[in-house]
């Protein structure tokens, strides 16, 4: 993985949380992938949780393997979408999975 503007901020930041609280490599991949769900927050809600009766579906709680088929499909144009076409042409295989991964692991 490449070091990109937030990887940078997140091992910056973590330098300076001191000895006694330093976080894990664990913990940055986890920072990283909370950053990158974050992105979903404006139409998928806080968390990937939308509100009750919302024609957007929740994230939080999907199966992994399927919010990535269904990230792909998007991406390569072969499942009907409004703007999720265009948002997840901007994503490589990776950040598809670790976004997957994260909300994957979150209760609905």
Request: aromatic share 6%; charged share 20%; hydrophobic share 40%.
């Amino acid at each position: 993985m490449r070091l990109t503007p937030l990887w940078a901020a997140v091992l910056l930041l973590g330098s300076y949380a001191g000895s006694a609280t330093a976080a894990t490599p664990q913990d940055t991949v986890k920072l990283h992938q909370r950053a990158l769900a974050a992105t979903c927050a404006n139409c998928h809600g806080t968390e990937g949780r939308t509100t009750e009766g919302s024609a957007i579906p929740s994230l939080a709680g999907m199966p992994r393997e399927y919010m990535v088929a269904q990230m792909k499909a998007f991406r390569e144009g072969t499942r009907p979408a409004t703007v999720m076409h265009q948002l997840t042409k901007g994503l490589t295989d990776e950040q598809i999975e670790s976004v997957s991964t994260y909300f994957s692991t979150l209760k609905r």
